[in-house]
T-cell receptor
């Protein structure tokens, strides 16, 4: 049981390049989330999904797209990377909305956009 | 939408000192409350959570938190810190039964000096 995994762990992009971050979970969780973490800003929600084939915008969705084609995977895409997207990206998942459900986080992807 | 405030972003203290981190949230209804910890270079891990029952919650590694509904607070405490408690601590809140998202505070960077 690997929990939540993310690939890649680290990536350097040039401005304007595109890439996809992959999140996978083996806990059969319905809900999945993408956050970015920046110093002094905490975690900010980019996009999330409440089930296969569904996605929704979070606090800071601009410049990102997501897809949830399979229940266990949640992809985060950057079509044209910008330096402002330099950040650490965390994926999380959890079971549906019962009292006290915990979000489980992946190890993170560190992205540097030059 | 709910929001979370954490004060004193940087905290430096010596081993054996007591730690208290404040967390206030803005939401008038029923809430789930969480404290997550992020050790250097690692992903977020659940420290403790409150969703019902005894407002004094005990978590891992000797941490505890008290939910005070009238003050909209969920402060984290540890009576005697160790060097290994050096980490960033995040308070988070969500409203159950229909709200799928966690709102995070900006975090407290805690450094424990041996």
């Amino acid at each position: 049981n690997a929990g939540v995994t993310q690939t890649p762990k680290f990536r350097v992009l040039k401005t304007g390049q595109s890439m996809t971050l992959l999140c996978a979970q083996d806990m059969n969780h319905e809900y999945m989330y993408w956050y970015r973490q920046d110093p002094g800003m905490g975690l900010r929600l980019i996009h999330y999904s409440v089930g296969e084939g569904t996605t929704a915008k979070g606090e800071v969705p601009d410049g990102y797209n997501v897809s949830r084609l399979k229940k266990q995977n949640f992809l985060l895409g950057l079509e044209s990377a910008a330096p402002s997207q330099t950040s650490v990206y965390f994926c999380a998942s959890r079971r549906p909305d019962l009292r006290g459900e915990t979000q489980y986080f992946g190890p993170g992807t560190r992205l540097l956009v030059l | 939408a709910q929001s979370v405030s954490q004060h004193n972003h940087h905290v430096i203290l010596s081993e054996a000192a007591s730690l208290e981190l404040g967390c206030n949230y803005s939401y008038g209804g029923t809430v789930n409350l969480f404290w997550y910890v992020q050790y250097p270079g690692q992903h977020l891990q659940l420290l403790l959570k409150y969703f019902s029952g005894d407002p004094l919650v005990k978590g891992i590694k000797g941490f505890e938190a008290e939910f005070i509904k009238s003050k909209f607070s969920f402060n984290l405490r540890k009576p005697s810190v160790q060097w290994s408690d050096t980490a960033e601590y995040f308070c988070a809140v969500n409203a159950p039964y229909g709200n799928n998202r966690l709102a995070f505070g900006k975090g407290n960077q805690v450094v424990v000096i041996p």
